[in-house]
């Protein structure tokens, strides 16, 4: 059983360029969560998506946004790329979206913004 | 939304218990306490979970004090394989609030 994937594994894109990561949930999870983790700090939540819908969602701005197909599956775009979104971008999948129950995380995206 | 609060860095040796405490002071009453842990270049892994007095896995044990303010994760007999940082949470509102962690180092 496969848990969560996600790709690319590395990227490396310009300042206002666009990226669109991707992430395949735990077999049987219907909740996804993305976050961003600089280095050395702790992840920051981005949203989650429950039911194709966007259902919570973390301070950052509109240039994030989601999407989650009828599959489970889930991608990231980020929009106008700017230098600080550098980051290893999680996506973690969930029984559960109250988070009661364990989130199974993915090994992540390293982003690069030049 | 609850904030919490650890030490940024510990350290300890094989064999020991390494207790690590965590603050929560605006807890709320529905909230629950979640540990997980990270390994460099990879996502976090959850440790375990409780909402009150005390909780035990494979792994590690939860405290959990009748004021719910503060946690501590006890990890029995750590090894190296142990060094990673260590996440303390608390779930408000459909939301896991991160802090940066505790960074836990075993040595020989």
């Known amino acids: 059983d496969a848990g969560v994937t996600q790709s690319p594994t590395h990227l490396i894109k310009t300042r206002g360029q666009q990226v669109t990561l991707r992430c395949s949930p735990k077999?049987?999870?219907?909740?996804v969560s993305w976050y961003q983790q600089a280095l050395g700090q702790g992840p920051q939540f981005i949203f989650q998506?429950?039911?194709?819908?966007?259902?919570q969602r973390g301070n950052f701005p509109d240039r994030f946004s989601g999407h989650q197909f009828p599959n489970y599956s889930s991608e990231l775009n980020v929009n106008a790329l700017l230098l600080g979104d550098s980051a290893l971008y999680l996506c973690?999948?969930?029984?559960?979206?109250?988070?009661?129950?364990?989130?199974?995380f993915g090994p992540g995206t390293r982003l690069t913004v030049l | 939304l609850a904030k919490t609060t650890q030490p940024i860095s510990m350290d300890s040796y094989e064999g020991q218990e390494v207790n690590i405490t965590c603050s929560h002071n605006?807890?709320?009453?529905?909230?629950?306490i979640t540990w997980y842990q990270q390994f460099p270049s990879q996502g976090p892994r959850f440790i375990i979970q409780?909402?009150?007095?005390?909780v035990t896995n494979e792994v590690a044990s939860l405290f959990i004090p009748a004021d719910r303010k503060s946690s501590t994760l006890s990890l029995p007999r750590v090894s190296l394989s142990d060094t990673a940082v260590y996440y303390c949470?608390?779930?408000?509102?459909?939301?896991?609030?991160w802090g940066a962690g505790t960074k836990l180092i075993i040595k020989p």
């Open positions: 973690a999948s969930s029984l559960d979206r109250r988070m009661r129950d364990t989130q199974y």
């Open positions: 077999s049987g999870h219907d909740t």
């Open positions: 998506y429950y039911e194709e819908e966007e259902r």
């Open positions: 605006n807890i709320a009453t529905n909230d629950y």
């Open positions: 409780g909402y009150k007095t005390k």
């Open positions: 949470l608390v779930d408000s509102n459909y939301q896991l609030i």
